[in-house]
């Protein structure tokens, strides 16, 4: 089982639509939490940081932790085809040097 | 303030043959981590260097070394090389303080082996 679960995808959506997507994971010491975009042949680039359990909202992203679950979301309102990218979640314990990513999620958001 | 540029962008190897490749961190940052990213994966964790020295190593073999220099840019290297060593290699910077450790990511160098 890996560490971080995320499904590949790939996700179409109309613009303007919500896009949901989500991570799961087994490590119970995680406790920072991020969201990364990527554009083809790019880098990934940090969206979204988010410390423990709670809500974290900037413009139309929406990044929600359930530590509970073991489960985090991240919410795209108002979709662009701009925002056609792939998402990585990733997270690390505290004091950890590495960060653990999911295997990304591929969204496309039509025109 | 520059990013992380990473070089080169491209290169092709045969099995057997050694690479290197460099990365310059982004100003203020005193940490770099290099990630590998297969096709259709996330990056995973190879190391990562803080003055100097090797502060942390993912499951990769020896074959896989780095270094880092005074200035804070760094190298990677991969000796012996694999198919399987075909992937995006990223690096990324960050600065070494209590709490997350919140990565700015190079575009990376794309290594295919033949």
């Known amino acids: 089982q890996k560490e971080v679960e995320q499904d590949p995808g790939p996700l179409s959506v109309p613009e303007g639509a919500i896009v949901s997507l989500n991570c799961t994971y087994s490590?119970?010491?995680?406790?920072?939490f991020m969201w990364y975009r990527q554009y083809s042949r790019k880098g990934p680039e940090l969206l979204m940081y988010t410390y423990s359990s709670g809500n974290k909202e900037d413009g139309r992203f929406t990044a929600q932790v359930d530590k509970s679950s073991k489960y985090i979301s991240l919410f795209i309102r108002d979709s662009q085809p701009s925002d056609s990218a792939t998402y990585l979640c990733a997270m690390s314990a505290k004091g950890d040097y590495k960060l653990s990513f999911g295997a990304g999620t591929t969204v496309t958001v039509r025109a | 303030e520059t990013g992380v540029t990473q070089s080169p962008t491209h290169l092709i190897k045969t099995r057997g043959q050694q690479v290197t490749l460099r990365c310059s961190s982004q100003s203020g940052h005193n940490t770099v981590s290099w990630y590998q990213q297969a096709l259709g994966q996330g990056p995973q964790f190879i190391f990562q260097y803080y003055r100097e020295e090797e502060n942390g190593r993912g499951n990769f073999p020896p074959r896989f070394s780095g270094l880092q220099f005074p200035n804070y840019s760094s190298e990677l290297n991969v000796n012996a090389l694999e198919l399987d060593d075909s992937a995006l290699y990223l690096c990324a910077s960050s600065f070494n303080t209590v709490g997350a450790n919140v990565l700015t990511f190079g575009a990376g160098s794309r290594l295919t082996v033949l």
């Open positions: 490590n119970s010491a995680f406790q920072y």
